[in-house]
């Protein structure tokens, strides 16, 4: 019965997770199959339960991808994008990935209301909207969806959707200073599962981004990010005051805090003016 990895009093399936992360590393290529379950229980000597609780952690980490009716694969690595104000092409060169893009749709259409919002315009504002497949090294990584107010770049889209929205608003002056973002976890829809080829897993990360020049919001974005192909670098420090203040209770019929009267900016998720950027 072989052990290895495995030390005194280590649970069974960390020695098994081990050895197979160790492959990883040291033999295996991205798309090569791991060894079958049945050969693990034998030179472990353990549970196919236990085998089981080891590659699935494995996957979950996403080291390891499953194909349904094919077995177990080196997944390709996971692009570790840092949170900054950049565009998905200029964190995957950083990187050293070669970023792409597929467009899927753009058309100038009235805003509707979340959106208008975001940019704050009218209802109906006439906005460019973009979506695009973007990928790293040919893999699909996420579906992003942009809007940009017709009003501050009427020929952006003239030429076809350039390389990078950024650079375009750039040159015309529109400099992205700042931006505000939401990150969530969700389930992908059908559409998303097609469009990033996704197998197995369905959890995908999503985030919203108003995107800042100075004091005006120049672009509104989407996008639904692979969860296994997928994470996120986030700098810290030591604690100081939150940017996004906390729900206020407010003194009903007054709409006031301690006497104080509530201001807009202050409203959950958005920055407060004169705070870092």
């Given at each position: 019965?072989?052990?290895?990895?495995?030390?005194?009093?280590?649970?069974?399936?960390?020695?098994?997770?081990?050895?197979?992360?160790?492959?990883?590393?040291?033999?295996?290529?991205?798309?090569?199959?791991?060894?079958?379950?049945?050969?693990?229980?034998?030179?472990?000597?353990?549970?196919?339960?236990?085998?089981?609780?080891?590659?699935?952690?494995?996957?979950?980490?996403?080291?390891?991808?499953?194909?349904?009716?094919?077995?177990?694969?080196?997944?390709?690595?996971?692009?570790?994008?840092?949170?900054?104000?950049?565009?998905?092409?200029?964190?995957?060169?950083?990187?050293?990935?070669?970023?792409?893009?597929?467009?899927?749709?753009?058309?100038?259409?009235?805003?509707?209301?979340?959106?208008?919002e975001a940019l704050d315009r009218e209802v109906g504002t006439p906005v460019h909207h973009v979506v695009r497949l973007r990928t790293a090294d040919g893999n699909p990584m996420s579906v992003e969806e942009s809007w940009i107010p017709v009003d501050?770049?009427?020929?952006?889209?003239?030429?076809?959707?350039?390389?990078?929205?950024?650079?375009?608003?750039?040159?015309?002056?529109?400099?992205?200073?700042?931006?505000?973002?939401?990150?969530?976890?969700?389930?992908?829809?059908?559409?998303?599962?097609?469009?990033?080829?996704?197998?197995?897993?369905?959890?995908?990360?999503?985030?919203?981004?108003?995107?800042?020049?100075?004091?005006?919001?120049?672009?509104?974005?989407?996008?639904?990010?692979?969860?296994?192909?997928?994470?996120?670098?986030?700098?810290?420090?030591?604690?100081?005051?939150?940017?996004?203040?906390?729900?206020?209770?407010?003194?009903?019929?007054?709409?006031?805090?301690?006497?104080?009267?509530?201001?807009?900016?202050?409203?959950?998720?958005?920055?407060?003016?004169?705070?870092?950027?």
């Open positions: 019965m072989v052990r290895d990895g495995a030390r005194p009093g280590e649970h069974k399936y960390l020695a098994v997770r081990a050895y197979l992360a160790d492959l990883v590393t040291t033999e295996l290529a991205v798309g090569d199959a791991i060894p079958s379950e049945r050969s693990l229980t034998e030179k472990f000597g353990v549970s196919r339960m236990t085998v089981r609780q080891a590659i699935d952690a494995l996957v979950t980490e996403g080291v390891l991808e499953r194909a349904q009716g094919r077995g177990t694969f080196v997944a390709p690595p996971r692009a570790d994008f840092e949170m900054r104000l950049t565009t998905f092409g200029e964190e995957a060169r950083r990187r050293g990935l070669v970023p792409g893009a597929t467009v899927l749709r753009r058309e100038q259409l009235p805003a509707p209301a979340v959106v208008a501050l770049a009427p020929d952006l889209l003239s030429g076809g959707v350039p390389d990078s929205i950024y650079a375009a608003l750039r040159e015309r002056g529109l400099d992205p200073t700042w931006g505000e973002e939401v990150i969530t976890a969700a389930d992908a829809t059908p559409e998303e599962l097609e469009a990033l080829q996704m197998q197995g897993s369905r959890a995908v990360m999503r985030t919203a981004r108003r995107t800042f020049g100075g004091d005006a919001a120049v672009m509104y974005s989407r996008a639904c990010y692979r969860g296994d192909r997928y994470s996120v670098f986030v700098p810290l420090r030591e604690a100081r005051p939150t940017l996004v203040p906390r729900t206020r209770s407010a003194d009903p019929g007054t709409g006031t805090d301690a006497g104080r009267p509530v201001q807009p900016s202050e409203r959950p998720g958005r920055i407060p003016e004169g705070s870092p950027r």
